[in-house]
């Protein structure tokens, strides 16, 4: 049996509460892991190592995989986001997030199948920013033709292998003439190589009232990193919300797993937060490494308890707890002969 060194950043708020749910539910499927713990944000300031220690980052190199618990970043002062620092550190251009209907969850929409990739190293969101003079502020947004080209080439061979019909590149180019009009035509460089891929182009406002009315009109969409942000975030509420959406930061030398959600201080620490997000960014990681079996197990698991019985965390309807949720779920994984049928 394979053995694996992965990095685990349990991060903050209510970061360590679910990434143990998904080292529970991982090691429930029988694979040997070997988890080097390490230290981001405030915990790593708090231990004297600053945001983003050296040993971290390392542990990430050495191991080229890691999943990762979410990471308060303080609102308007303090330090700078470490997320978008550690995506930037590793070159994680890849932010990929599946957003499907689970069974068992009721919804507006059913069957929805979404895939979000968003740029994740530049645009709006890498708060570039200086105070012009007192009261005028400036941003910048940076749009390069290489960041640009990377993240639509990956989203339409992902389109490719996994046999998608569709991608829609989402932009505002009528207004951002040249920083959304490079983006947009680097991505159209991109499609000319992929003519099997059907894709379109759709502004980004459009594309927000048109995803809220039918989801199911789209497949793969492919964004700058401020819109994927917001974006990322709109889906998860056509599923059933922020606890249930997974999520991978993907570069050239390794990868990040973690949900779309945030640390959701509100709730930290009371064990009523849901864990299947990271649960499911687990199994993402899974089938990354070629795990595809255990990865499996993992959703049909969840969808098993989501779909057969009443535990489920508030954000749900229901009244269970993190830990409650978490042991259903591994109660309920499949064998990998039950699977195989
Ligand atoms: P948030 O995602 O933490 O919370 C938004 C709302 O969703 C809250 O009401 C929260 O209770 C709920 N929620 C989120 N995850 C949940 C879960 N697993 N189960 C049940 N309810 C859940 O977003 P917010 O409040 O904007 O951000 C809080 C902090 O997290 C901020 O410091 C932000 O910068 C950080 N953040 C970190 C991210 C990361 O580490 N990748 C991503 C997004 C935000």
Request: overall charge neutral; proline content about 4%.
């Amino acid at each position: 049996m394979s053995q694996y060194t992965i990095t685990l950043l349990p991060g903050d708020g209510i970061g360590p509460e679910v990434t143990e749910a998904a080292v529970k539910v991982v090691e429930a499927t029988g694979l040997a892991v070997t988890w080097e713990r390490h230290l981001a944000g405030i915990d790593a300031v708090a231990a004297g190592k600053g945001t983003l220690p050296t040993e971290t980052l390392d542990s990430i190199r050495k191991n080229r995989i890691a999943l990762k618990g979410p990471i308060t970043t303080p609102v308007g002062k303090g330090f700078r986001s470490v997320n978008v620092g550690l995506r930037k550190a590793l070159d994680l251009y890849v932010s990929l997030r599946p957003v499907r209907s689970l069974l068992g969850v009721e919804t507006r929409h059913r069957e929805v199948d979404l895939v979000v990739f968003r740029e994740n190293t530049e645009g709006l969101y890498s708060g570039r920013e200086h105070e012009v003079v007192p009261g005028v502020c400036e941003a910048l947004k940076i749009i390069t033709r290489d960041a640009s080209r990377r993240i639509a080439k990956y989203a339409f061979e992902y389109a490719r292998w996994t046999g998608r019909r569709k991608i829609a590149i989402a932009h505002k180019a009528s207004i951002m003439r040249l920083s959304d009009g490079l983006f947009l035509d680097a991505a159209r460089e991109v499609a000319r190589d992929y003519p099997f891929i059907e894709w379109m182009e759709i502004p980004i406002d459009r594309l927000a009232m048109q995803l809220v009315q039918e989801p199911r009109h789209f497949d793969v969409l492919l964004m700058e990193n401020l819109c994927g942000d917001i974006f990322s975030d709109l889906c998860a509420g056509l599923v059933g919300g922020l606890g249930v959406v997974p999520g991978a930061n993907i570069g050239d030398h390794g990868a990040v797993f973690e949900a779309v959600h945030g640390s959701a201080p509100d709730i930290a620490g009371q064990n009523k937060a849901n864990p299947i997000a990271v649960i499911r960014s687990a199994a993402m990681m899974l089938a990354h490494i070629g795990e595809h079996v255990a990865a499996q197990r993992i959703e049909v698991g969840i969808e098993r308890v989501l779909s057969a019985s009443r535990v489920r965390t508030r954000d749900l309807g229901g009244t269970a707890t993190t830990s409650e949720l978490t042991q259903a779920i591994v109660d309920s994984l499949p064998t990998p002969a039950e699977l195989a049928r």
